[in-house]
């Protein structure tokens, strides 16, 4: 089945990357998920996609096939719950990352170090599980195009740490219109190269190519 496609009747159909059945709520059930989610990950960054089983985790795990199911109908839901782990301690690290910048660093350091950060994040997601990784890109992009609701929003971005961080840097005379062209940026190039150009996310020139453009973009007073 595509990602998405038009019907007959021209309405757009979309499909959902997999989810988790349900979330824990006793302690015991929380330890559980946790456990299998940390026991999935560990297999996926030293063996792969290929070696995540529903059997491999049961057994590396000690948790039975049955209880895995009962939080996890496929091993994909299991990727997006990691991967959604991993993006949140990406932003919280990222936030800090730019707050403990050095007094000396500039504007253009923290474009840089967000981007890199980001762009390792998407490379990273690749390496879960490459199909996974497609969908579930299309189904951000649907997110940020406002076509479909959010599961999770951010109540500090990388975009407004940067400009508040770096405030005497910033010159441009529409402060809104400049951090909405940024945060754009920061979601959708990297998106973009998942798709399209997924060796440009390790490529070493990409972050300084995107933050030359972006920084001009900051601190270029407007005509």
């Given at each position: 089945m595509n990602d998405k496609n038009t019907?007959?009747?021209?309405?757009?159909q979309v499909e959902v990357p997999a989810q988790p059945r349900k979330a824990p709520?006793?302690?015991?059930?929380?330890?559980?998920?946790?456990?299998?989610?940390?026991?999935?990950?560990?297999?996926?960054?030293?063996?792969?996609?290929?070696?995540?089983?529903?059997?491999?985790?049961?057994?590396?795990?000690?948790?039975?096939?049955?209880?895995?199911?009962?939080?996890?109908?496929?091993?994909?839901?299991?990727i997006a719950a990691i991967f959604e782990d991993y993006r949140a301690e990406v932003h919280t690290e990222l936030l800090a990352g730019i707050s403990a910048l050095p007094a000396s660093a500039t504007l253009f350091d923290g474009i840089v170090l967000?981007?890199?950060?980001?762009?390792?994040?998407?490379?990273?997601?690749?390496?879960?599980d490459p199909v996974f990784s497609v969908r579930s890109t299309h189904y951000d992009e649907l997110v940020r195009l406002d076509l479909i609701k959010a599961r999770q929003i951010w109540n500090t971005t990388a975009t407004a740490t940067l400009m508040k961080r770096f405030a005497s840097e910033v010159v441009v005379k529409d402060r809104e219109k400049a951090e909405f062209l940024v945060y754009q940026t920061l979601l959708a190039l990297p998106r973009a190269m998942l798709l399209e150009k997924p060796g440009y996310l390790t490529d070493?020139?990409?972050?300084?190519?995107?933050?030359?453009?972006?920084?001009?973009?900051?601190?270029?007073?407007?005509?």
């Open positions: 019907g007959d009747d021209g309405v757009l709520r006793q302690a015991r059930s929380i330890a559980l998920v946790s456990a299998l989610k940390q026991t999935g990950r560990q297999i996926l960054e030293k063996e792969g996609r290929a070696a995540l089983s529903a059997l491999r985790l049961a057994e590396d795990s000690g948790v039975a096939i049955s209880s895995i199911y009962e939080y996890f109908p496929t091993m994909e839901a299991l967000t981007l890199r950060v980001g762009l390792a994040a998407h490379y990273k997601k690749t390496l879960f070493n020139d990409t972050p300084l190519l995107i933050a030359r453009m972006l920084h001009a973009l900051l601190t270029t007073a407007s005509q």
